[in-house]
């Protein structure tokens, strides 16, 4: 059984998303959590984690993780931001549920206007799947080309915040 909950960086189960991150994200572009964390003191702790958790009978796993930063330039506008998913585990819908579970605490629990992210570009029909649609050109972050993608408050919930005109 997965399932999916928010924790903070004093959770029994925050080393394991850290790992997950340094697996996926970090080591194939030569950065571990120590040097990430360096470099950005303070975002840890001032981000949203959520993570995908699948119970075995050794224990919980964490098999993916997502987190959302809302201390961004644009006051109302949410950054999704280190998504992962084990390699075992992806195309089971994991990362979907991650993404839904960010938008709901976004748009229902913080009331964002708009959620973005930095996605690369073999993901972007992923985010177009989840209505998220392309706001930039192409761009290099970590020598790796991505795109802005985004997603405004759904209309039937108008906005608190003025959605940014990207």
């Known amino acids: 059984m997965i399932r999916y909950e928010r924790i903070d960086t004093g959770h029994p189960l925050y ?48 098999i993916g993780c997502a987190l959302l930063s809302d201390q961004t330039e644009q006051p109302g506008v949410g950054k999704l931001m280190q998504m992962a998913v084990h390699p075992q585990r992806q195309g089971e819908g994991i990362g979907r549920r991650l993404v839904i579970e ?17 996605a690369q570009l073999p993901a972007i029909p992923f985010y177009e799947r989840l209505g998220w649609i392309e706001d930039s050109g192409v761009f290099q972050e970590a020598g790796i080309p991505h795109r802005r993608m985004r997603l405004n408050r759904p209309e039937a919930d108008p906005a608190p915040h003025p959605v940014p005109d990207w």
Request: aromatic residues 10%; charged residues 25%; hydrophobic residues 40%.
């Open 15 to 62: 080393p394991a998303e850290c790992r997950l991150r340094e697996l996926v994200l970090l080591s194939p572009i030569g950065y571990d959590m120590d040097r990430f964390q360096r470099e950005y003191p303070g975002f840890e702790d001032a981000s949203t984690h959520f993570v995908a958790v699948l119970e075995t009978p050794g224990g919980d796993r964490v």
């Open 102 to 118: 960010v938008e709901r605490h976004a748009f229902v629990e913080v009331s964002l206007g708009a959620v973005y992210c930095h």
